[in-house]
């Protein structure tokens, strides 16, 4: 039909790659990439019982780089600077 426009709402499920949501990370700001954090936060509350366990299984992961290790350091860094 031309000339008209149909409009949908359609639910869909998607599941981000580790990529896909580094790379949404990267493009927040600042307020947004504290939000993040803050989020993380409460569910390493609510659904481990101990968060540094799941640091360790991250860091002891073959597929970890060290520009991954050292971003995780940074982020120790400059969050005990405050």
């Known amino acids: 039909m031309s000339g008209n426009k149909i409009s949908r709402t359609i639910d869909v499920d998607l599941a981000l790659t580790p990529e896909e949501l580094a790379d949404a990370f990267w493009g927040m700001n600042d307020t947004e990439q504290a939000r ?12 481990f019982t101990d968060f540094s366990m799941q640091l360790a299984a991250v860091t002891s992961n073959d597929i970890l780089l060290g520009t991954g290790r050292r971003a995780m350091e940074l982020i120790g860094e400059y969050s005990s600077k405050t």
Not at 36 to 47: K, L
Request: hydrophobic share 50%.
């Open 36 to 47: 993040f954090f803050n989020t993380v936060g409460v569910i390493a509350q609510t659904e």
